[in-house]
């Protein structure tokens, strides 16, 4: 449990929580640290003024002023507020998280010993007073109920009490500044451990502290187990018990809130059913990320197997090269040590790069686990409205952590082989050029659009390498299929990079890809695109639109790791709750072009994205949400249009299980369109669509769909007039 205790320090003292407060954006402070952190903003922007500007938000909504609180890094509550005329220019202190905290004017604080006094009878909170969050920075004006209008955490001061139980037999005092000492006695008043010189200085045995009973810390301790938990009250009518939990404002309120207050016309539920309900969805969410620790802690394992792996082939590799230099004349002596020290780099790069990857998921997983055992804690919990006070927070959080660990993090930055090997055919007079060779394939070649096209019946295709790629290429291999979807062959090999292919068939579709090799290997093949031949021999002027139908399957290769292929490539799903984008392995880029994807399973209402998208469109996003797809997503009542974040024409009709989403792309007329069961959902989506374009989908695990493709154009549309020969494909 000791991952756990970060989660259990507050981030203002570095100590365990003592009465912890939640703020309104769920994170958690103590009490005395909160009074500490308190800030007097000038009279301009008191708790009248503020609420008067937000009538009917609660004071403490940050649900609805997220952006408003959000200030900059010099207006984020860690200055003093000097740039009103109004402000004080009393010298302000900084607590131990950074916060500057204003000293009261007048009088200076009580004493240690009178605040033991009077533990009822705080200081009075000055008037315009402000707390920002130590942690998101967050500012908030304090209305007349001062850090009374908070709710305590009673849950997280369980959870404390019970770890402090388990990590120390003997109680230490609560006191002592530095080094505590064992406690001597309790207060059962106080509710505080002391040790005997913290006693006599902050609990003498005369006036009101006289009447307080001093127990044996052990008997304390049981004391504090089995005193009767305190029942929740309102905050708002501290005369009330908490009932009832509001589904809007995802808080519980008592019987009065209902009768009385701004919860009176909201949604409300049981507290116990309410209490039940998140437990599930929090233990859901822990399962979730107890098998994402789990592969974490296998992926550190495999991680060190490449440590020794590395060291062994390094190892292995500076015996092998030894042997070659020794075997080598005196002019290539000379060259050993420069050799010997570029494998050594080698070495020692591919070391750090595994180790520091170590480290950073050590660093996760250890924060992970100490908050799924915090979480576990959490649930053990009796206390209803407690822990729906927490409850959302930790949702997010678990649900947070876990997406954290499904961005490529259980993916190995560095390969344990040395792609470097000694090349000894050289002659003699060549030593002095002597390096290593590497043992890599070229990678995939780009087809360069702009100078792609297809003119009668020939197509010229142009390509290059990718930009950063510093691998060497001895040559590139063009493949056609038939023009029919058959298979592909062979057309061109050398080493141009472009190439005109002539004697096409008129009127048909050719899909063509290319690929590079070396003495290595070979590369993977670059993007397909599929061209159209001119219909017959007419001249420009009589060319007619007809529509182009092309077979293609979902792409393996570019999709986000967590989208899961069935059929052949045709069917797609995915194991994450968060959207996920999928291509089509084939692009578009001159034609009428339509397919359709049936909803094969559709649970609890998500919005997957219909539509298409540039080759570089970010993966782990729903589509459209960049300036890289354009895209139409649908609920089961409704359906927009997005690119670039940008939603519009809002239209009704929504799918369920079995509908039909049709994408029709027409490059002739520069638009893009879509139809749910056969029936065109809205105006013309977008317009002046030109280049290269996949067909997308960005999907969760609440749906699968299947592809169907060499679809003819539904009956209802008419094409547009083609471009001129030689345009771009």
């Known amino acids: 449990m000791e991952e756990m205790e970060e989660e259990l320090k507050c981030p203002v003292c570095g100590s365990f929580f003592r009465e912890p407060i939640i703020l309104p954006c769920s994170h958690n402070i103590c009490l005395a640290c909160a009074r500490n952190i308190l800030v007097q903003t000038p009279d301009a922007e008191s708790p009248q003024s503020s609420r008067a500007s937000g009538s009917g938000v609660s004071d403490y909504d940050y649900l609805d002023l997220d952006k408003m609180s959000l200030y900059s890094e010099a207006d984020s509550g860690y200055g003093s507020y000097g740039g009103f005329?109004?402000?004080?220019?009393?010298?302000?202190?900084?607590?131990?998280?950074?916060?500057?905290?204003?000293?009261?004017?007048?009088?200076?604080?009580?004493?240690?010993?009178?605040?033991?006094?009077?533990?009822?009878?705080?200081?009075?909170?000055?008037?315009?007073?402000?707390?920002t969050c130590p942690q998101c920075h967050?500012?908030?004006?304090?209305?007349?109920r001062g850090l009374r209008g908070f709710p305590k955490n009673r849950v997280l001061e369980g959870v404390v009490d019970r770890y402090q139980q388990s990590k120390a037999a003997a109680l230490k005092c609560q006191l002592c500044e530095k080094s505590p000492k064992e406690a001597t006695v309790m207060c059962e008043q106080c509710d505080v451990f002391y040790c005997d010189p913290c006693r006599l200085r902050c609990h003498p045995p005369r006036g009101p502290l006289a009447k307080h009973r001093l127990v044996p810390p052990a008997q304390g301790r049981i004391s504090r187990r089995?005193?009767?938990?305190?029942?929740?009250?309102?905050t708002e009518h501290e005369l009330e018990n908490l009932s009832m939990y509001c589904v809007q404002c995802k808080m519980p309120v008592c019987y009065q809130c209902l009768e009385e207050g701004k919860h009176s016309t909201h949604e409300v539920k049981a507290l116990g059913a309410m209490w039940k309900l998140h437990k599930g969805q929090l233990s859901q969410a822990l399962n979730i990320l107890s098998d994402r620790a789990t592969e974490a802690k296998e992926f550190l394992v495999q991680l060190r197997?490449?440590?020794?792996?590395?060291?062994?082939?390094?190892v292995e590799f500076e015996a092998c090269l030894v042997a070659q230099c020794d075997a080598l004349i005196d002019a290539l002596n000379r060259r050993k040590g420069q050799l010997l020290s570029?494998?050594?780099?080698?070495?020692?790069?591919?070391?750090?790069?595994?180790?520091?990857?170590?480290?950073?998921?050590?660093?996760?997983?250890?924060?992970?686990?100490g908050l799924m055992e915090y979480c576990l804690e959490v649930i053990k919990e009796n206390d209803p409205s407690g822990f729906l006070q927490i409850s959302d927070a930790l949702i997010r959080r678990v649900h947070m952590t876990e997406s954290q660990w499904g961005k490529g993090t259980l993916t190995p930055r560095m390969t344990s082989d040395f792609d470097l090997t000694l090349d000894s055919g050289p002659l003699l007079q060549t030593i002095h050029q002597l390096d290593f060779v590497q043992m890599k394939v070229p990678a995939a070649p780009m087809l360069q659009l702009e100078e792609c096209c297809t003119q009668n019946n020939s197509a010229t295709l142009s390509w290059k390498q990718p930009p950063l790629s510093t691998i060497a290429v001895d040559g590139y291999i063009l493949e056609l299929d038939d023009g029919n979807g058959g298979q592909f062959r062979e057309v061109y090999v050398g080493k141009e990079t472009i190439c005109t292919v002539d004697g096409l068939h008129f009127n048909s579709t050719y899909?063509?890809?290319?690929?590079?090799?070396n003495a290595s290997g070979v590369s993977q093949y670059s993007k397909t695109l599929v061209m159209q031949t001119s219909e017959t021999g007419l001249p420009p002027c009589d060319i007619k639109t007809i529509a182009t139908v092309a077979w293609f399957t979902f792409d393996p290769a570019?999709?986000?790791p967590d989208i899961i292929f069935s059929n052949d490539n045709l069917t797609v799903t995915c194991n994450s709750y968060d959207d996920r984008v999928v291509m089509g392995n084939t692009g578009f880029s001159r034609g009428v072009h339509y397919w359709e994807m049936c909803v094969d399973r559709y649970d609890n209402h998500p919005d997957p994205a219909f539509g298409v998208a540039r080759g570089d469109v970010l993966k782990d996003v729903m589509l459209g949400k960049d300036d890289k797809a354009w895209a139409m997503y649908v609920d089961n009542n409704r359906s927009w249009f997005m690119h670039n974040n940008s939603h519009t024409s809002r239209t009704d009709g929504?799918?369920?299980?079995g509908a039909t989403v049709g994408v029709l792309l027409d490059f002739t007329r520069g638009i893009l369109l879509f139809l749910i069961n056969d029936e065109q959902q809205g105006p013309i989506a977008f317009e002046g669509m030109e280049g290269l374009f996949y067909p997308a989908i960005s999907l969760n695990r609440n749906v699968q769909v299947t592809l169907h493709t060499g679809l003819p154009i539904p009956d209802f549309y008419t094409p547009g007039e083609p471009e001129p020969p030689g345009s771009v494909c």
């Open 85 to 131: 005329a109004s402000a004080p220019t009393t010298p302000c202190q900084k607590s131990p998280n950074g916060v500057r905290v204003f000293p009261p004017a007048v009088p200076p604080p009580p004493s240690q010993h009178h605040l033991l006094q009077h533990p009822g009878s705080l200081p009075p909170i000055p008037r315009n007073s402000c707390i």
């Open 558 to 560: 570019s999709a986000h």
């Open 511 to 517: 899909k063509s890809r290319v690929k590079a090799f």
């Open 342 to 369: 570029r494998v050594n780099k080698e070495h020692e790069h591919k070391l750090k790069v595994v180790r520091d990857q170590i480290a950073h998921c050590t660093v996760k997983l250890r924060q992970t686990t």
């Open 654 to 657: 929504g799918i369920s299980k």
């Open 305 to 314: 197997n490449m440590v020794q792996h590395i060291q062994e082939n390094g």
């Open 138 to 144: 967050r500012s908030l004006i304090l209305d007349d």
């Open 226 to 234: 089995t005193s009767p938990r305190k029942i929740s009250t309102c």
